[in-house]
């Protein structure tokens, strides 16, 4: 990424922030036009285009994805250097259920 200062006249024109270029690529999507349309109204009453929200959904999605790999990795990585081990199981199901 490179720095680029966007002139206050033309940010509304870009698709990338104010201190760097991002590169993206363009998709098509397959939509219902009841899904399209709510999407649409969603979206204006958020002030914004469709392809945003698309977008910021399908960020969210990846950064969520992204935190969860990286806390199984995490709790993999402590289960193994944990001293604990799983023995032979010493109960049945009806005596944990016992009342």
Known sequence: MRNTQVPHYRRSECIHSYTYTVHMKNITLAIDEDVLAAARRYAVERNSPVNAVVREHLNEIARRED???????????????????IGEKSWTREELHER
Do not use: F, I, T, V
Not at 67 to 85: D, G, Q, T, V, W
């Open 67 to 85: 935190r969860a790999r990286s806390a199984r990795k995490r709790l993999l990585e402590l289960s193994k250097r944990s001293p604990a081990r």
